[in-house]
Structures are given as structure tokens and as C-alpha cells.
């Protein structure tokens, strides 16, 4: 009969062993494992252990990649802003494109599939900006509403040249491009959720018809 093994002579459970990749992949891999901790566990549970196991990886890697948490994270926000702000603005049909600006009909339809599309390719984005925890950081919580307000001062921008074009309008009925930005912002943010959390729900060419309903009704067009 063989003697039993001691403690110390027990087989110690070996470390995740991290193949050598060029230190941009490591940093990209490492990103898109802490993208998943937050979007699974919230803000509160992400931490070098947590990123490494996801990663499945020692701590020695995500320190040789990143100086800290705080580096990493940063890093992390600068990249998915970075992407998500560039679609957002891929939403909105440029002045020189058929959809926009001087057809409000076309414009809201086509907006409404760029952002369906947008959502349904990159949702872990969509969900840290549109489906925020209660425990985010006040710096990201900050770092979405200035890119919100961008983005709301673009859709201004777009109405505010698309009622330049009206001569049409009462002038008791004039439209406030800055109060229907902010109506159409929050409408797009509320059906980007529901997007999310219930995919099912609206489909786009539902709503795209009521879109072309309501501006059909409170923004009468004439070409």
C-alpha cells in the first residue's frame, strides 16, 4: 500500500498560465474581462483578482499591462466612450446624406435602424451608458452625460437647420429645437433600454411608424 501524501507533498493547483502575446492584445484582452465584470457584477465587484480570473490569467499580467485598477479602469472608459460616442454620432444622417436633414420623416427612420443596428452589435457598451449601477463611479457618471449633452446638441443642430428650411410655420406655432432635442434624446435613451432589457418588446419598424405618425402630426412637412 502506497503512504498517503502529507500536505506538503500534495500537487499545488497551478496558476493560469498566460501565453506571451504583444502587450496591446494583453491590454485589449484585459479590457474586454473587465468590461465583463462590470456589466455581470457591477462596479463593486471588479478588482485585479476579478479581471484576472476572467481573463484567466496571473495578477503578474494584469500589473505588467496596467499600473493599477484605477489605470486600467480609465483606460477601459477612454475606450468604450471612444466607440460608443463614434457610433452614436453614425446614428445621425449628415446634412448631405438622402435621410437627413430637411426630411424629418426619413431622418427619425433612419435613425432608428442605425441605432437598432448599433445596439444589437455592441449591447455590453449599451448597457454600462443606458442601464448604469447604482454604484458607478461618480468620474464615468460624469464622462456619459457630457457625451449625452454632445450628442443632444447635435440633434439640436439638426432640427434647428431642418426648421430653417420651414417658411411655412405660424409664428405662434414655432417649434423649440431645443426642447424637442431633449424630447428625442430621451425618447431614443428610454426604447435603447427597452432594446436591451426586452429585445422583443418594439421592433423597428414598429417604430418607425409611429415616429412617422407623431412628426407627421406635429411637424407637418411641405417640400
Not at 504583444?22 to 479590457?31: A, D, F, K, T
Not at 490569467?57 to 484605477?70: F, I, M, Q, T
Not at 449599451?126 to 457618471?141: D, E
Amino acid at each position: 500500500m502506497s503512504a498517503s501524501l502529507s500536505p506538503q507533498d500534495s500537487p499545488r493547483k497551478r496558476r493560469p498560465y498566460a501565453p506571451r502575446v504583444p502587450i496591446e492584445q494583453r491590454r485589449e484582452q484585459l479590457l474586454d474581462a473587465a468590461l465583463a465584470v462590470i456589466v455581470n457584477d457591477g462596479y463593486d465587484r471588479v478588482s485585479i483578482d476579478a479581471i484576472a480570473k476572467r481573463a484567466e490569467v496571473a495578477r503578474s499580467v494584469v500589473y505588467g499591462a496596467y499600473e493599477n485598477l484605477d489605470a486600467l479602469l480609465t483606460a477601459l472608459l477612454d475606450r468604450q466612450q471612444a466607440r460608443a460616442f463614434q457610433c452614436l454620432l453614425r446614428t445621425i444622417p449628415g446634412p448631405h446624406d438622402p435621410h437627413g436633414p430637411r426630411d424629418p420623416a426619413a431622418f427619425a427612420a433612419e435613425t432608428v435602424r442605425r441605432m437598432s443596428a448599433m445596439l444589437h452589435q455592441d449591447p455590453d457598451t449599451w448597457r454600462l451608458i443606458l442601464l448604469p449601477p447604482g454604484n458607478m463611479p461618480t468620474i464615468v457618471r460624469d464622462r456619459i452625460e457630457a457625451d449625452r449633452e454632445r450628442f443632444r446638441l447635435r440633434v439640436e443642430a439638426w432640427i434647428s437647420r431642418a426648421l430653417a428650411d420651414r417658411s411655412d410655420a405660424a409664428p405662434d406655432r414655432q417649434l423649440d429645437a431645443q426642447v424637442l432635442a431633449h424630447a428625442l434624446v430621451a425618447c431614443a435613451e428610454h426604447f435603447g433600454r427597452l432594446a436591451l432589457t426586452d429585445p422583443g418588446k418594439f421592433d423597428p419598424p414598429r417604430l418607425i411608424g409611429q415616429l412617422q405618425v407623431i412628426l407627421g402630426a406635429v411637424w407637418p412637412w411641405t417640400r
